[in-house]
């Protein structure tokens, strides 16, 4: 099982930025793709950004360019969020994906965009 926390969400203006953060730990040895999911209010859950073991990237086409994934050796895992827009704002999850396709969630961390 591996365990997950996410920090760094926030209140910020259009047009700024934002650095969240996913810990990992537990057996992280078995993880082949964290992610990032956002959920606004009264929609659904969508994949934001995914960084697989090879270090591919995927990015949602609403995010490309704007937002970038990255990852630790120990798969702590980072979203830079740039030049974010109001329709950022919801509440960002952390993903983990291990190898016999077990899924774990953080609690979420809310970002909100707005002047």
């Known amino acids: 099982q591996v365990q997950l926390v996410e920090s760094g969400g926030g209140l910020v203006q259009p047009g700024g930025s934002l650095r969240l953060s996913c810990e990992a730990s537990g057996n992280i040895f078995g993880i082949r793709v964290m992610g990032w999911y956002r959920q606004a209010p009264g929609k659904q859950r969508e994949l934001v950004a995914q960084i697989f073991v090879t270090r591919t990237t995927t990015y949602a086409d609403s995010v490309k360019g704007r937002f970038t994934i990255t990852v630790t050796s120990a798969w702590n895992t980072y979203l830079q969020m740039n030049n974010l827009k109001p329709e950022d704002t919801g509440v960002y999850y952390c993903?983990?994906?291990?190898?016999?396709?077990?899924?774990?969630w953080g609690q979420g961390t809310q970002v909100t965009v707005s002047s």
């Open positions: 993903n983990a994906l291990d190898r016999e396709n077990r899924e774990s």
